[in-house]
């Protein structure tokens, strides 16, 4: 309860408690009823996994593929019985089969487990979309902290050691700055009483890998501790010490750019006319001179989904010709300037951009390109090809690079020799008995060498 200050209390006991008197006070009393369990079935669905003697420690985590509507399955760590066992059930489990043991992973003491995963904007909210297996974790009788990716033995690897107690959480990755990422986190306590922590999140080059341990400050007699996100993009760690007090610490915010839905507005500017206001100097120190110059880019009005999953692949990029090259989207392409300025080419030069069909740019260069090479095209992003979406949203096609290849021209044909004998030898015979009242001689070619030359640098 707080109390009330002199200066509120001389204000209550004005006789002329109006706004001029900056004495017109004004109370709101709120009331709340707090429960050991909150019963309101809107909250929470509460089931029973399994009643027996022995359970310990357990973690669950829903898997999501979409960021609206259900979760599809529930998946489970837990210890019975010192047993370290898994479990998954399927959501909503229409055909009531319930939760399916899996796999064992030893004796142990704690266990947790969480999604990696990719946060997606869904009616102003973020949600996880999670990856399809969990990644889970365990503490074994001789305090080793133990990571899988679900039943994926050969990610299996020593997280730290000394440990009696484990916790983890999907924490936040920023949207729109990839290097931004808390990446999942795994809370410890250790035999000491301390805190650790380690985060598999993603580098400034794109890589994913786990960092190395880092030991949270000011943090002692530790005994357990939970993990939270908070609505504001930060990350909390809720720790319980030995003398019973709770202690949080919570990070720094995580959300640039995360907290405010982006807008595109389309814009066209049309100038029909230009006012220019007289200016009278009475000391003039230099030359009059006035200029005017306007720049103004391309604006597309594009729903926020549509400019997020625009990410168009190159399928394949080939010689055709012995000027031509094309390059074959997964995209439909809409709008293609003439902007061979936007393109470079090794060892060549392109002089002309343009589209042979919906999803197939072709450029022509300056030289021939030989029928068997590769060649590195490169493409800067600004020379305004586009794909279609609606006339107010048409994204463009962003930088790349990629390696042409040329394949050796596929031809047949028929080769008529002609044979000219300059040369019979005929070797004399002596028949003894003749049968027939005719002698016939015959005569026929059984081996034929050609040599054929090479011309040229193309192979035959």
Not at 124 to 130: E, F, G, K, Q
Not at 168 to 176: F, G, L, V
Not at 334 to 341: I, L, Q, Y
């Amino acid at each position: 309860m707080r109390s009330i200050s002199s200066l509120m209390n001389e204000k209550l006991k004005s006789n002329q408690q109006t706004p001029a008197n900056k004495a017109s006070p004004k109370m709101s009393i709120q009331v709340s009823r707090a429960r050991s369990t909150i019963m309101d079935s809107d909250y929470w669905t509460v089931e029973t996994i399994r009643e027996k003697s022995g359970l310990g420690d357990i973690g669950v985590a829903p898997r999501r593929f979409k960021p609206y509507g259900q979760p599809n399955r529930i998946y489970e760590i837990h210890v019975d019985n010192g047993v370290v066992s898994t479990a998954i059930r399927e959501y909503p489990d229409t055909f009531k089969v319930g939760w399916k043991e899996q796999f064992t992973l030893g004796n142990g003491s704690s266990v947790a487990l969480a999604f990696d995963g990719d946060w997606h904007r869904y009616r102003s909210t973020w949600r996880l979309v999670t990856e399809e297996k969990p990644w889970i974790f365990w503490v074994d009788l001789d305090g080793v902290l133990w990571r899988q990716h679900w039943d994926d033995s050969t990610t299996l690897a020593m997280l730290d050691s000394d440990v009696v107690f484990v916790r983890s959480i999907r924490a936040w990755r920023n949207q729109y700055s990839a290097e931004l990422d808390q990446g999942i986190v795994v809370g410890y306590v250790k035999k000491d009483g301390s805190v650790w922590y380690r985060n598999y999140c993603r580098q400034t080059d794109g890589t994913i890998i786990w960092e190395i341990a880092r030991q949270l400050p000011s943090v002692s007699n530790a005994v357990h501790l939970n993990l939270f996100l908070t609505n504001d993009y930060r990350i909390g760690f809720c720790i319980e010490r030995s003398n019973r007090n709770i202690q949080w610490i919570i990070t720094q915010r995580n959300w640039s750019g995360m907290a405010l839905i982006p807008e595109n507005v389309h814009a066209t500017l049309i100038l029909n006319e230009v006012k220019l206001t007289p200016i009278k100097y009475i000391d003039l120190k230099a030359t009059e001179c006035v200029e005017s110059s306007l720049a103004f880019g391309k604006i597309n009005f594009c729903p926020f989904e549509v400019i997020i999953n625009f990410n168009p692949s190159i399928i394949r990029a080939k010689r055709v010709d012995d000027y031509l090259i094309e390059i074959e989207y997964d995209t439909d392409i809409n709008d293609v300037p003439n902007c061979p300025s936007s393109f470079t080419i090794s060892n060549n030069k392109i002089v002309s951009v343009s589209k042979s069909s919906n999803r197939i740019l072709q450029l022509e260069t300056a030289d021939p390109l030989i029928s068997i090479g590769s060649w590195t095209i490169t493409y800067d992003g600004l020379g305004g090809i586009n794909s279609f979406y609606s006339e107010c949203c048409k994204p463009e096609f962003g930088s790349f690079s990629v390696l042409a290849t040329g394949e050796p021209l596929s031809a047949s044909e028929t080769v008529i020799p002609k044979l000219s004998l300059t040369n019979v030898s005929f070797i004399r015979c002596t028949f003894t008995d003749l049968n027939g009242k005719v002698e016939k001689l015959s005569a026929g070619l059984s081996l034929v060498s050609v040599d054929l030359i090479k011309v040229g640098t193309n192979p035959l």
